[in-house]
């Protein structure tokens, strides 16, 4: 079955550090993945998407990757903020039918 | 007001009780979705609407009945629901049928316990 991702819960990391994040996708060729941020008690947001034919995408301190070959998405904050915590969620869209991984939780401290 | 709107944010019910979740999208967006978010599991997507047509039923038991009477509002009938069935129930909207990727907008969610 098509199969998406995300094997870290949880990411504790140091403010100011980069922290990055995996996604990883099975029995599928996505044209594109998203990646969404969630708080707690709260919906989804959608941050950044990024298209199987562009390696890189960034929004300000966000950066998303795309690598075909491993069949995987990075998502990195760089100078990450302890306002930065939160969970984040990568998504495949199927005909309009999104689906999520579990999310990694992420907990920046100062 | 703009955005995904869902209401109650918290409900309370027994397991006799029949009760109603509403979702109101103010973006002009055809296609709707109810997915349910329980702890340590995936957003599970329950079910589509294109354009008020169901597209999607992802298996989901008969005690969960959406209705979508336009576009802009969905609701999730609830009735004889059972414990494991408490969790945040989420609304989101997209526009399908664009060229390109299309995006979720989610609702704050509906913190629903059953006991």
């Known amino acids: 079955s098509q199969k998406i991702e995300q094997n870290s819960e949880a990411l504790n990391i140091q403010e100011g550090k980069t922290a990055t994040l995996t996604c990883n996708y099975t029995n599928y060729s996505p044209a594109y993945l998203q990646w969404y941020r969630q708080d707690p008690g709260r919906g989804p947001v959608f941050l950044l998407l990024?298209?199987?034919?562009?390696k890189e995408k960034r929004k300000e301190r966000l950066k998303v990757t795309f690598d075909t070959t491993l069949k995987q998405s990075l998502f990195h904050i760089t100078a990450s903020q302890p306002a930065d915590s939160a969970t984040y969620l990568c998504?495949?869209?199927?005909?309009?039918?999104?689906?999520f991984g579990s999310g990694t939780k992420l907990n920046v401290k100062p | 007001e703009t955005g995904v709107t869902q209401t109650p944010r918290h409900l309370v019910m027994g397991m006799t009780n029949k009760k109603s979740l509403k979702c109101e999208q103010h973006l002009g967006h055809n296609a709707m979705y109810w997915y349910k978010q329980s702890a340590k599991k995936p957003l599970e997507l329950m079910f589509v609407?294109?354009?008020?047509?169901?597209?999607e039923n992802n298996s989901v038991p008969s005690r969960f009945s959406p209705e979508c009477p336009n576009s802009s509002h969905l609701f999730l009938h609830l009735h004889t629901l059972q414990p494991e069935d408490s969790a945040l129930y989420l609304c989101a909207s997209s526009q399908s049928g664009t060229s390109g990727a299309n995006v979720l907008t989610f609702g704050a969610g509906s913190r629903l316990t059953v006991l």
């Open positions: 990024i298209r199987e034919n562009e």
């Open positions: 998504a495949r869209d199927n005909f309009n039918k999104f689906y």
């Open positions: 609407y294109n354009f008020k047509e169901q597209t």
